[in-house]
């Protein structure tokens, strides 16, 4: 072997030496900063996961014939936080009915519902009378364009209360 050689194996032997001793300095600060991270990550998903789960949360659960219907079951307990919580939510106006319920869909114009405000999407429904306005929105209706679910979803408020919501409404389209 010529000495050329020995000085390139040298220094190639240092060159990979130095490049192995950053990669585990790397790997070490890497593994630190984790450890750091992760332990407040973990310290903050179990609130997420709540937070999500509220959020997805049905507002209504029906029975169906013929299925298990068990988990339907309210016990005592929770009938009465339910209770309490729905009581404590119930809107006192139709501007806030439609804020809490009805703008979910005629916010958006979502599964067909007319957006609130939007004049030519409401004609044809205002010159029917505000007594078919005040059936659809208490009973329910499905038309060619899309669903509308009785009392929008909210079947816990008064008919009074949602009969103002739809005043709200057909306001706003005037």
Known sequence: MSKQDTHFFNVFSLVISLLVAVTVGLFALARIVASHTQNLQVLTEADYSKNV????????QEAIAGRDNSAL?????????AGSAAAAAMPKSGTELFDQACSACHGQGIGGAPRAGDKAA?????AQGKAMLYE????????????????????????????????HMVQMAQ
């Open 53 to 60: 789960d509220a959020r997805i949360h049905p507002l209504v």
């Open 73 to 81: 079951a309210i016990k005592p307990a929770e009938a009465a936080a």
């Open 122 to 126: 409401w004609r044809a429904r205002i």
């Open 136 to 167: 659809h929105a208490l009973k329910g209706f499905q038309g060619s364009a899309g669903l509308m679910p009785p009392k929008g979803g909210r079947t816990d408020a008064p008919d009074d209360l949602v009969k103002q919501a739809v005043d």
